[in-house]
Every structure is written in C-alpha cells, then in structure tokens.
C-alpha cells in the first residue's frame, strides 16, 4: 500500500503519453470495417509499449493543475464549522468542434491541464480596405483528459471528497493539496479537436489552437500534499 508520494511528484506527462499514442498511428474505423474488426484491431494495441515501462494497457497517474487563476480542474474548501476539507473536482461539459468526433462521442466532460503558447512569426497581409498588416502567427496546444462521456456516464467520476480536517492542519495544508487520478485509458485512449480563428484589422492575429486528450478512466482519487509527497486520504471510484 502506497503511504506517500516522491517529494514535488508531478505524476504521468500526458504530453508525452499523448504524442507516443499519437506516434502510433492508429487509423480510425473505415467504412469497409465491421465494428468487431474495428474493436480486435484496437485490441492488437493493447500491449504496444509507448513510453519505458508503459503501454496502453498500463495504470497511469494524473495530477490535477490549475492552469491559470481563472480555469482549474479542481478548487478547494474548508467548512470551520463541520471541519471538513473538500475538494472539489470541476470538469465542463462540451461537444467536440470536430463534426465526426462530436457525432461519435456526444457531450463529454474534460479536463485541461496543460497548454503550450507557441509563437510562429509575422506575416504581411493586405486587409480588404488596402491596408497593410503584420500578421502575427500562433498556435495553442493544450493537453487534457476526458472523464466522462455525459450521456453514457461512462465512469460515473464522483464530484466532491470530504475529509475531516481540523483547522489548524487545514490552515496549514489547504494551499498545497492536489488531485490525483489513477486511471486506465480507454480506447481510441485520445482525442483532438482543433479551430483556427482568422485575423482581422482589430485583432491582426492567425490563431491555431489544437486539444489533445486522453480518454481516461478513473479506478481512484488519491489527495496529497504538494511538495512533500504525503496522502491524506485515497478514494476509490
């Protein structure tokens, strides 16, 4: 039974995951594919080695980051009076832009984690008026987890955990606690959607922002203290 965490544990980079799933090349389902074929081809996968000692088949563990002030997957309260800690987990619900992966999945619920802002360069454009304009080029890549298919409810991922707290150790610790997720992916295991937002003359900026996800299922919420590595408590799914 694991008791604690290496200190400033950072869990799984599903950045990497993500792209070494993605290296893969795994072809979506063709119309001359029974769904059965489809499903044994994706099963064939399964033991694919993608990073040292992982495959796709592997436990993987997902810490929970505030990505800025204002988007967080998961917040934190304290109740003085009752003297529980709660934690909340916070995913939002959405379809995918992507015409094929929104008919196939429906509203999912998803988490970002992580984004990467990746400046391309300038161009010169002329605008319909005859203006000249510098362009400026860039792309958003960020990087996530869906938890759960909403209509399915596929992994009935729980909202809230309580724990007992007195508040003096609550005072102490409310700050540095985080999430973490012990979950398995499921197959396809990811997703992408992508949109580009075209400049205009009030906004002279060429924007490409790409999701990554990695469809996840959920076996436990573990809460921890960052950077000592110590759990507080373990919840099973």
């Given at each position: ?8 544990f ?32 994706l ?20 810490v ?38 929104a ?23 002329r ?9 400026k080029?860039?792309?958003?890549h960020?990087?996530?987890v ?22 003096e ?68 799914e």
């Amino acid at each position: 039974t694991v008791s604690s965490l290496p200190p400033n544990f950072q869990g799984h980079d599903i950045e990497k995951i993500y792209d070494a799933i993605k290296r893969l090349n795994i072809k979506p389902k063709s119309e001359f594919e029974t769904l059965n074929d489809y499903n044994q081809r994706l099963k064939s996968f399964s033991n694919q080695l993608i990073l040292e000692r992982l495959t796709l088949s592997s436990t993987f563990a997902v810490v929970l980051r505030k990505v800025s002030k204002s988007l967080s997957s998961f917040s934190v309260a304290y109740d003085a009076e009752g003297q529980i800690m709660t934690i909340s987990i916070a995913p939002f619900s959405g379809s995918f832009i992507e015409p094929q992966i929104a008919e196939s999945m429906g509203e999912v619920e998803r988490m970002d984690l992580k984004t990467n802002f990746l400046s391309r360069g300038k161009y010169a454009a002329r605008s319909a008026l005859g203006v000249n304009v510098q362009i400026k080029r860039m792309e958003l890549h960020t990087f996530g987890v869906i938890v759960t298919n909403v209509e399915s409810n596929t992994t009935g991922l729980k909202r809230d955990f309580a724990i007992p707290m007195a508040p003096e150790q609550a005072r102490r610790l409310k700050s540095d606690l985080r999430v973490l997720l012990i979950c398995e992916l499921r197959q396809p295991w990811i997703r992408t959607d992508k949109i580009s937002v075209e400049p205009t003359i009030d906004s002279p900026i060429d924007v490409t922002e790409t999701w990554n996800y990695l469809d996840i299922s959920v076996q436990e919420v573990w809460i921890f203290v960052l950077p000592s590595g110590e759990i507080i408590k373990k919840f099973r799914e």
